[in-house]
């Protein structure tokens, strides 16, 4: 299986009735099994890249399909976490993870969200509301969420970007335990360039809607933050996001 991005052009607005591309003639071959962090500044694309893989926009130009499959609109097939988890404030934390299972009408929705469960560490949360969740574990139910319906591919935007510092640095971990267990292809948005060679087996650096980088993250893990390695590959990313003025991206 994998994820396959052929010229993929999405224009949003017109100057002078000429379109304004947010995406410019994106090329990428994602594997299967592989984590991919897209990284790049505001306004860059990489939501609107997100989005196209989800389903939710259309291309205007070029082509994206999934294990050969054109991509035509949301499937269950692709599980998004958003920024803000987005939980049902009215089920309980199982009851939020059985839902695209019962929606499906899966006999066995309620053993498919236990085992979820435990996968993101949340047992004894079962009949927790959202409300009385910290944000990190809110993140947990929606990833497990995410994964009911067994996609083959996982997106991820920016889903540690309203978490505090600390909390942020253990769901990198977890977010990385997760991934190994399951073997997901992961897809993940992110502003941080840490956060994106910590996770990442490759950053794509998209810069003004173009692919500006595609680079192999070659450290084993667990990864440290502060080893030589890890610190060259950020220093790179930062050389690479940084604009003539000499501004760089702000890292976490």
Excluded at 95 to 112: C, Q, T, V, W, Y
Excluded at 161 to 175: P, S, V
Aim: glycine letters at 8%; proline letters at 4%; one cysteine or more.
């Amino acid at each position: 299986m994998s994820v396959v991005l052929k010229s993929v052009y999405k224009a949003f607005e017109e100057i002078d009735g000429k379109p304004k591309y947010v995406l410019n003639d994106i090329r990428l071959h994602i594997h299967d099994g592989e984590f991919v962090c897209i990284l790049g500044k505001s306004g860059c694309g990489k939501s609107t890249l997100l989005n196209l893989l989800a389903g939710y926009l259309k291309t205007d130009a070029g082509r994206i399909s999934v294990n050969g499959q054109e991509i035509d609109g949301p499937s269950a097939q692709r599980g998004v976490v958003f920024q803000q988890h987005a939980l049902f404030p009215w089920y309980t934390v199982m009851e939020n993870i059985e839902f695209g299972p019962k929606l499906a009408k899966r006999k066995d929705s309620k053993k498919i969200a236990q085992e979820l469960v435990s996968l993101v560490g949340l047992n004894g949360y079962e009949n927790k509301y959202p409300g009385s969740l910290s944000g990190g574990m809110a993140q947990r139910v929606g990833i497990a969420r995410a994964l009911a319906n067994d996609p083959e591919v996982l997106l991820m935007d920016e889903p540690l970007g309203a978490l505090d510092a600390m909390i942020r640095q253990n769901m990198r971990r977890e977010i990385i335990k997760i991934w190994e267990k399951t073997n997901k292809t992961v897809i993940f948005i992110t502003h941080s360039i840490p956060e994106a060679v910590y996770l990442a087996d490759r950053v794509v650096l998209l810069k003004e809607g173009r692919v500006e980088e595609d680079v192999k993250i070659d450290i084993s893990r667990p990864r440290d933050v502060k080893s030589p390695e890890f610190l060259e590959y950020v220093d790179f990313f930062e050389k690479g996001l940084s604009d003539q003025e000499g501004e760089s991206l702000i890292t976490e």
